[in-house]
């Protein structure tokens, strides 16, 4: 069973840019999960979709984005790039909201 | 919404035991995740306690208890490849987000 992939592994944009981050979740899923993970910073959520809704958002500025697409794969949407969005952006997944996450590995995003 | 302290740092030696603890306060406590980090990797699951008590699962051990607000992690025969940063996580009964604490870089040494 292939697990959560997420692409680019690495992404590098200007201040000022968009950038966009892919997620597909482990097939059957249909929750998937958005945190940024800071260096030296604990995992921060960020958003939650469910059968294609946004259920939740965390404490971050509307420049950041997201959904999720028939198929439960996911993109999250950075606009107006600031340096403090570079991070590790991580995409879980899980079977219901019940259920625990599976991570994927992440995207590293780094705003120059 | 979730308030959850872990040690920053622990070190300990290879063959030995280390506890991780973790508390917590959240206004709807649905169950109690600890996670590994290696450095540059996703978090991988390593247990999940709901209920009250001890939970084993080969040299890992986690323990919970709702009316404190505390969990701890029990890493026994410690090897190198254990050192890892180590998240505790809450969920919440009404969303159902995980809220991670901040996670405890546990290195072993020789």
């Known amino acids: 069973e292939a697990g959560v992939t997420q692409s680019p592994t690495h992404l590098i944009k200007t201040r000022g840019q968009q950038a966009t981050l892919r997620c597909s979740p482990i097939s059957g899923h249909t929750s998937v999960y958005w945190y940024q993970q800071a260096l030296g910073l604990g995992l921060q959520f960020l958003l939650w979709y469910d059968e294609g809704e946004e259920r939740n958002r965390g404490n971050f500025p509307p420049r950041f984005s997201g959904r999720q697409f028939p198929n439960y794969s996911s993109e999250l949407n950075v606009n107006a790039l600031e340096l403090e969005d570079s991070a590790l952006y991580l995409c879980a997944s899980s079977l219901t909201a019940n259920y625990g996450y599976t991570f994927g590995s992440g995207t590293r995003l780094t705003v120059v | 919404g979730q308030n959850i302290d872990q040690p920053t740092e622990m070190t300990a030696t290879e063959g030995a035991i280390v506890q991780i603890n973790c508390t917590y306060q959240t206004s709807g406590f649905n169950g109690l995740f600890w996670y590994q980090q290696h450095a540059g990797e996703a978090p991988t699951f390593l247990s999940y306690n709901v209920l009250d008590g001890l939970e084993e699962k080969g040299r890992f051990s986690s323990f919970l208890s709702r009316s404190k607000g505390y969990s701890y992690l029990l890493l026994k025969e410690l090897q190198m490849k254990d050192s890892a940063s180590y998240l505790c996580?809450?969920?919440?009964?009404?969303?159902?987000?995980?809220?991670f604490g901040a996670g405890t870089t546990v290195t072993v040494r020789a």
């Open positions: 996580a809450v969920r919440d009964k009404n969303d159902y987000k995980l809220s």
